[in-house]
Every structure is written in C-alpha cells, then in structure tokens.
C-alpha cells in the first residue's frame, strides 16, 4: 500500500513570495490532516478535512494560509505572502475514518525556509 | 483545551529499559496516541490507548491513567535505532483532533 505522498520536499523562498504544497493521502482515507512543525516542537494542526469539507481549521492563519481539498483527494496548501515565521516543516497525514480511534498516517514532509 | 508535558531529553545505555512520561490536561479525551519520530522524517505510530492499563507491543509498551492525566511509553532492550523524538498525542472529543506534546528526544548510547 503507498503511503502518504507529499511535494516537494524542500522548498526555499524570500519573505512575501508565495508558496504552494501538495499532498496525496493513502487511497480511500477520507480524512486529512495539515501540521505545521517548527523544530523543536510537535506539530501542530493547521487544518483538518472530511472528504473535501473542512473540519477544523481554527489553529489556520487564513489572512496569509489556504487550504483546499477539491474532490475529496489531494490536497494543497497554500502561503501567500510568507513571512519569516513560517519556517517549518509541513506535514499532511491521513486517516480511514476521521473518527476518535484511527491511526494518523504521515507523509514526508515539505521542510519550508522562508529568507 | 489541551496542555500536554514530556520531558525535552532523555539518554540511555544501550540493552537497558527507559520509560518516557507524558502529563495532560484536557477538556475532552478519546485517547492517547505515541509516535516515533527520527530526525528529518515523518512521526510513524508506535501505540494507542484509550482505557486504562498496560498496552504491550514486543519491545515497546504504553500505559494509561486517565483519571492521573498520566501516560508513559517503556522501551525495552534499547537499540540504537531507538534513538529518536518520541511524541505524545492526545487526541479530544471533537471529530478526532489530536493534540502533540514537543516531544521528547531519547539518545541512546553503546
């Protein structure tokens, strides 16, 4: 079974420039997840979808973070602009059911540097 | 919400056992989650508890209070692929949102 699949995996930008994530979760998981982890730390959730409805998206900054999930498979996150701050690295997980007892399956990660 | 405590760092020997904690304080439970995490990679699922007890899974185990707000992970027979970041994760009562604690950084050492 392939797992969680995410890109890129590294991504470079200046402050104020845009930047863009995709993320394809494991085949037929209807939920997912976007994490932000600053090193050092746990991560944190961004955003939660259920098929291509948001969840929870309370911890999201959406004056400058965008979400979508269109079809109720890949998913994108977007910064636009970014600021210094958002370095980190942006996890997308996935789960079969979404509900309080399934497992999270991670992917890779996009390890974002924001000059 | 949710506030969740482990220790930054810990060191052990190689073979010996070490027991990771994790405290939390919620305002909804629906069970506590451990992952492992090595450096630059993805957090991978180690054990889920949600009653209270001993959960074991070969060198690993996980135990749950919830009425303590209490968990620990216990690594047996430590290996050096045991070293890693070790992440507590509870997760809350509103469609599954699972809050992380910072982790905790376990060293192994021959």
């Known amino acids: 079974e392939a797992g969680v699949a995410q890109s890129p995996r590294y991504k470079i930008i200046e402050k104020r420039q845009s930047v863009a994530f995709w993320c394809n979760p494991i085949?037929?998981?209807?939920?997912l997840y976007w994490y932000q982890q600053i090193l050092g730390q746990g991560p944190k959730l961004l955003i939660q979808?259920?098929?291509?409805?948001?969840?929870?998206d309370s911890q999201l900054p959406k004056d400058r973070f965008s979400a979508e999930r269109l079809k109720g498979v890949d998913s994108t996150l977007k910064i636009q602009p970014a600021k210094l701050e958002d370095s980190a690295v942006y996890l997308c997980?996935?789960?079969?059911?979404?509900?309080?007892?399934?497992?999270?399956?991670f992917g890779p990660g996009t390890r974002l540097t924001v000059l | 919400g949710q506030n969740i405590d482990q220790p930054t760092e810990m060191t052990a020997t190689e073979g010996a056992i070490v027991q990771i904690n994790c405290t939390y304080q919620?305002?909804?439970?629906?069970?506590l989650f451990w992952y492992q995490q090595h450096a630059g990679e993805a957090p991978t699922f180690l054990s889920y508890?949600?009653?209270?007890g001993l959960e074991e899974k070969g060198r690993f185990s996980s135990f749950l209070s919830r009425s303590k707000g209490y968990s620990y992970l216990l690594l047996k027979e430590l290996q050096m692929k045991d070293s890693a970041s070790y992440l507590c994760?509870?997760?809350?009562?509103?469609?599954?949102?699972?809050?992380f604690g910072d982790g905790t950084t376990l060293t192994v050492k021959p």
């Open positions: 997980a996935s789960s079969l059911v979404g509900s309080s007892t399934d497992t999270q399956y």
């Open positions: 085949s037929g998981h209807a939920t």
């Open positions: 979808f259920q098929n291509n409805g948001v969840v929870d």
């Open positions: 919620t305002s909804g439970f629906n069970g």
């Open positions: 508890n949600v009653l209270d």
């Open positions: 994760a509870v997760r809350g009562t509103n469609a599954g949102k699972s809050t």
